[in-house]
């Protein structure tokens, strides 16, 4: 079963940047990152895969990047950054690598890291 570590979270104005890193403990062909905030159902934010595609929550377009290191490494950068992105921040990994971004398309789950994002 493959483990999945976030980093990288933080405190930051209305903005500013941070960039999110999620570390697999196996080679991966495809990776997401979701959020939640407290009360507000699990959504998701960008996934990557094979050969580079994309895929982007229309919420985070032209702000936030996804982009790969290498099979194990993703990272998320995040940029303009708004107090509604506040949220715990997840990576996640699909049996399938689905071609989409719900929560019940992904399978595996790292355990978070906390954005905040203050005005």
């Known amino acids: 079963q493959v483990h999945l570590v976030e980093s990288g979270g933080g405190s930051v104005q209305a903005g500013g940047s941070l960039t999110l890193t999620c570390l697999a403990s196996?080679?991966?062909?495809?990776l997401a990152w979701f959020r939640q905030a407290p009360g507000n159902e699990r959504e998701g934010v960008a996934a990557?895969?094979?050969?580079?595609?994309t895929l982007y929550a229309d919420s985070v377009k032209g702000r936030f990047i996804i982009s790969q290191r290498n099979a194990n490494t993703v990272y998320l950068q995040m940029n303009s950054l708004k107090p509604e992105d506040t949220a715990s921040y997840y990576c996640?990994?699909?049996?399938?690598?689905?071609?989409?971004?719900?929560?019940?398309?992904?399978?595996?789950w790292g355990q978070g890291t906390q954005v905040t994002v203050s005005s």
């Open positions: 196996e080679t991966t062909t495809c």
């Open positions: 996640a990994k699909s049996y399938s690598c689905a071609k989409d971004l719900l929560p019940g398309s992904w399978h595996y």
């Open positions: 990557i895969y094979l050969y580079g595609s």
